[in-house]
């Protein structure tokens, strides 16, 4: 490819003591954590809302919280989702663990504003100063222009680890040959009759009647892509529901031509599933599809390399860690990188097998949140160092408050320390972590 070299001065424009690329469930969760220990925080995100998948994506409901005894997303998530739960009160609807993503903004809003982060939104990371493994700065662009942002410590909440690759840490990409999971665009259901849907017996979206009326339709050309795994249509509020229902495959989320199509051909499937839903599921003949989420959903991409991986052994053996900031459950929910009944079959055997019973988990290693060969980076969610079946179960909202929390509070103390998070003592990280709440061994 042809190289340009462009030499150009940047204002150094904000300074702070913990700067946040991402504002996703895990860069909240550091974001409020840190600040709350008394850390100037800087949260940058290139969307103009907190919550990256949890909201702008649409994503419907948490993922399990507690293991039926000890509650695991503790601390923050615990937070979040009684702060949520008021918010659905508030109309007389019992949400238990689904998420009306407008309400949750205004939760991340509040936590936000009210522990002093300071947020920014419509500012993309583009590029770091790096040097001997330290980040100096980032350059950031936004409507005003590129700018930098500089301090002592970051943490990288992207999803994606971009600015862990940015910075030269080594990561692992899907799975053996490259495969990822399948892109969801999800989407706002109303005018659906809840009282029918229920009765149709349709709630549990994967069941043998539903499957039977799947195949049906992709033997008549309605649903042009035979794709066995059917996710469904959660009810949100009183008055809308939000579908987990398209696979796109093949999207590479690292890649914008590979996401352009990602979210075109998402939307045209949505198109098909919308009639599909009309014809043949009770409670939805005058439903219609109203949105769908401002960002593709994408599960899976980079998982950048540190300390220690975590992986599937860890979680077999539901490993104890001296250094562990928090404990999960949630089992490996890899969505088969291909359509067809046999993929699926396999990614329901995988996932009945990893299950954990009642008060079972698998400890979180801090050394996971740190990079190899970048000296003041910390990372959270979706792309912390672990193996491919460990992500498929750490990548879910409560997973991400885990592992931000986490980051959090140890960016905090090396702040306040005036050293680098690979050199805090970590005993003194769970004594903090402990106090705020966090649940671990
Ligand atoms: C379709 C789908 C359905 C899901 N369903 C569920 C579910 O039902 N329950 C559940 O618990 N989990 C679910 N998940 C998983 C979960 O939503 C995500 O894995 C989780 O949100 C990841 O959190 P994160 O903070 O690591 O990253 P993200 O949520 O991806 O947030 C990353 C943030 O970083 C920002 N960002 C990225 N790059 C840059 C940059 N260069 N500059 C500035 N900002 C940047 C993004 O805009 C985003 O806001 C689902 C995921 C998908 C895709």
Not at 160 to 182: C, H, K, Q, R, Y
Not at 233 to 245: C, D, E, K, L, Q
Not at 350 to 373: A, D, V
Request: one cysteine or more; hydrophobic letters at 40%.
């Amino acid at each position: 490819m042809e190289q340009l070299t462009i030499h150009r001065n940047i204002p150094v424009k904000y300074t702070a003591d913990l700067c946040i690329a991402g504002a996703g469930p895990a860069g909240i969760a550091a974001a409020v954590t840190a600040a709350r220990r008394g850390a100037r925080v800087l949260l940058i995100d290139h969307l103009a809302m907190p919550g990256g998948m949890s909201t702008a994506a649409l994503v419907p409901v948490f993922m399990p919280c507690s293991d039926g005894v000890n509650f695991l997303a503790a601390g923050f998530g615990n937070e979040v989702i009684d702060r949520l739960q008021k918010f659905a009160a508030r109309r007389n609807f019992d949400s238990g663990l689904a998420i009306n993503a407008e309400h949750l903004k205004r939760v991340y809003d509040d936590l936000l504003a009210e522990s002093g982060v300071e947020p920014l939104y419509y500012t993309r990371l583009i590029d770091a100063v790096v040097e001997s493994g330290r980040i100096e700065a980032l350059l950031c662009n936004s409507p005003s222009g590129n700018f930098a942002i500089k301090a002592p410590i970051f943490i990288d909440a992207t999803g994606d680890g971009t600015l862990s690759v940015i910075a030269g840490a080594p990561f692992e990409f899907g799975g053996e040959n490259g495969e990822v999971m399948p892109s969801t665009l999800c989407s706002l259901w109303a005018g659906i009759d809840f009282a029918a849907y229920r009765a149709g017996g349709a709630f549990s979206h994967n069941d043998d009647k539903m499957l039977a009326k799947l195949e049906e339709a992709f033997q008549r050309g309605e649903l042009s892509v035979p794709d066995f795994h059917h996710t469904g249509v959660f009810r949100v509020s009183n008055v809308a529901a939000v579908g987990n229902i398209t696979h796109v495959f093949d999207v590479d989320a690292t890649d914008e031509r590979s996401l352009t199509r990602g979210v075109i051909e998402n939307r045209r499937l949505l198109a098909e599933y919308e009639e599909f839903y009309r014809r043949q599921v009770a409670g939805f003949a005058e439903a219609e599809i109203v949105g769908s989420g401002s960002v593709l959903g994408i599960r899976e991409s980079r998982r950048i390399l540190g300390d220690y991986v975590l992986n599937r052994d860890d979680y077999e053996a539901r490993r104890d860690f001296p250094d562990e900031i928090g404990r999960y459950n949630f089992p490996a929910d890899i969505h088969p990188p291909r359509p067809g009944k046999e993929e699926v079959i396999a990614h329901k055997k995988l996932f009945r097998s990893f299950c954990c019973g009642k008060g079972e988990s698998y400890g979180i290693p801090y050394r996971i949140l740190l990079p190899r060969g970048v000296e003041n980076l910390l990372t959270c969610g979706r792309c912390v160092s672990c193996d491919r079946h460990v992500m498929a179960s750490l990548r879910v909202i409560p997973g991400c408050y885990i592992t931000g929390q986490g980051a959090g509070m140890a960016a905090a103390l090396a702040a306040a320390a005036g050293t680098v998070p690979r050199k805090i003592d970590t005993a003194a990280l769970r004594k903090e972590l402990r106090g705020i709440g966090a649940f671990f061994h």
